[in-house]
């Protein structure tokens, strides 16, 4: 179990571990809204609120982020009041967090906008 210490003790190495695991995350990484949804989705918002974080996407290519984000496991969603809501869920905040490492350790500090 030597890889597992390894990895867990460079973030680099622990996200393209995870990104070989969940091979369509490497769609996520390669495009800044993606991401940007993603971390918005930190807090639980409807199509509505995240149709006004995110005025200048259409609501056909919002759905379709959310259809793949859904599909990669890094969001979840429910339906309440006739709404349907996402949220960031546990694999989603696991990816952010060693994406967030990876880019610190690669480019130094970041801001957590982007």
Sequence with gaps: MQQTETLTADPYKEFMHFVEKHPI???I???AIFIQVLKSLQSTKDLIRLQMAFPHVEMQDLEQILELLLKAG???HFR?????????????KKFLELYEETKTKLFGK????T
């Design 80 to 92: 309440a009041g006739g709404k349907d809501f996402y949220y960031t869920n546990q694999l989603g």
């Design 110 to 113: 970041t801001s957590k906008g």
């Design 29 to 31: 990484i390669r495009s």
């Design 25 to 27: 995350c490497y769609y």
């Design 74 to 76: 890094v969001i979840s």
